[in-house]
């Protein structure tokens, strides 16, 4: 069992928070964190403290603990299945953005879908979707942008994956009902009667047939698949919070450790 740190280190860690040098308080963050439920008190304690510098660490560190703990959170629920493909869409967006904003998420989902027909077939969908002009254009395939649904919601262009994960989510909503499917290396949608929505070919509509190969993507496909290209697009822009966020989650998730990653992003 971890012994508790002594009060003298708490006050000496507490002290160090309001060091004018960044790297010193950044470390004192760090061992605060390392406090479990102590953290929390401490933050009770000193979130309104009249010292103006100290109020503003603390409401950082309250900032850090809760998106750590979110992380922890949606990790755990991959694990047990507890967690739907959307709500998992959104806290990939929010470990990779932690300053997204849920509710302009949910009134932009909301505004979309006051406007889905009353009578939904898949070729509706489809048009449906077109006319929202929700689009991929194959430039710059690692966009971050493109794997983000708050900016695929704002912008109404993404990948693949993600125009198909809105419009499954808006079937839902509309009693229209597809999987999303790996169909000659592009994300698609297709419904029970073998109808495939392509939308990186413009919502195009096909019938296939039983002989066609498909792969099912699984929602843990779906996220790993999002997270691995978000991974890929940190690296290429140098992010290396962004990196090791997201490079924790996917090891996670893959039953591993960020540090046990070739170096030089592990050890």
């Given at each position: 069992?971890?012994?508790?740190?002594?009060?003298?280190?708490?006050?000496?860690?507490?002290?160090?928070?309001?060091?004018?040098?960044?790297?010193?308080?950044?470390?004192?963050?760090?061992?605060?964190?390392?406090?479990?439920?102590?953290?929390?008190?401490?933050?009770?304690e000193l979130q309104e403290s009249h010292?103006?510098?100290?109020?503003?660490?603390?409401?950082?560190?309250?900032?850090?603990?809760?998106?750590?703990?979110?992380?922890?959170?949606?990790?755990?629920?991959?694990?047990?299945?507890?967690?739907?493909?959307?709500?998992?869409?959104?806290?990939?967006?929010?470990?990779?953005?932690?300053?997204?904003?849920?509710?302009?998420?949910?009134?932009?989902?909301?505004?979309?879908?006051?406007?889905?027909?009353?009578?939904?077939?898949?070729?509706?969908?489809?048009?449906?979707?077109?006319?929202?002009?929700?689009?991929?254009?194959?430039?710059?395939?690692?966009?971050t942008d493109l794997f983000l649904i708050?900016?695929?919601?704002?912008?109404?262009?993404?990948?693949?994956?993600?125009?198909?994960?809105?419009a499954r989510y808006l079937g839902e909503?509309?009693?229209?009902?597809?999987?999303?499917?790996?169909?000659?290396?592009?994300?698609?949608?297709?419904?029970?009667?073998?109808?495939?929505?392509?939308?990186?070919?413009?919502?195009?509509?096909?019938?296939?047939?039983?002989?066609?190969?498909?792969?099912?993507?699984?929602?843990?496909?779906?996220?790993?698949?999002?997270?691995?290209?978000?991974?890929?697009?940190?690296?290429?822009?140098?992010?290396?919070?962004?990196?090791?966020?997201?490079?924790?989650?996917?090891?996670?998730?893959?039953?591993?450790?960020?540090?046990?990653?070739?170096?030089?992003?592990?050890?």
């Open positions: 069992m971890k012994a508790k740190p002594h009060k003298r280190t708490i006050d000496a860690l507490i002290n160090l928070l309001e060091d004018e040098d960044r790297h010193v308080s950044t470390m004192a963050m760090e061992q605060l964190l390392l406090l479990d439920s102590d953290v929390d008190r401490l933050i009770a010292n103006p510098v100290l109020r503003n660490r603390i409401h950082q560190l309250g900032k850090i603990l809760k998106f750590r703990r979110a992380r922890e959170v949606f990790i755990n629920s991959v694990h047990e299945s507890n967690i739907s493909l959307w709500d998992g869409i959104i806290q990939i967006n929010y470990q990779y953005n932690p300053q997204m904003n849920f509710s302009d998420v949910d009134t932009m989902t909301e505004e979309v879908a006051e406007r889905l027909p009353r009578r939904i077939t898949t070729v509706r969908m489809a048009t449906f979707m077109r006319n929202e002009n929700f689009s991929f254009t194959g430039e710059d395939i690692l966009g708050e900016d695929v919601l704002r912008q109404r262009v993404g990948s693949p994956i993600l125009l198909s994960v809105v909503i509309a009693n229209w009902n597809a999987s999303i499917v790996l169909f000659k290396g592009k994300h698609c949608l297709i419904d029970s009667d073998f109808h495939l929505v392509e939308p990186s070919e413009g919502w195009r509509v096909t019938r296939l047939t039983r002989d066609d190969k498909l792969h099912p993507c699984a929602d843990r496909d779906i996220w790993l698949t999002i997270l691995g290209q978000l991974f890929l697009s940190a690296l290429l822009e140098g992010r290396l919070q962004t990196i090791h966020r997201v490079g924790s989650i996917l090891s996670k998730l893959c039953d591993g450790e960020f540090r046990d990653l070739p170096f030089p992003l592990g050890r």
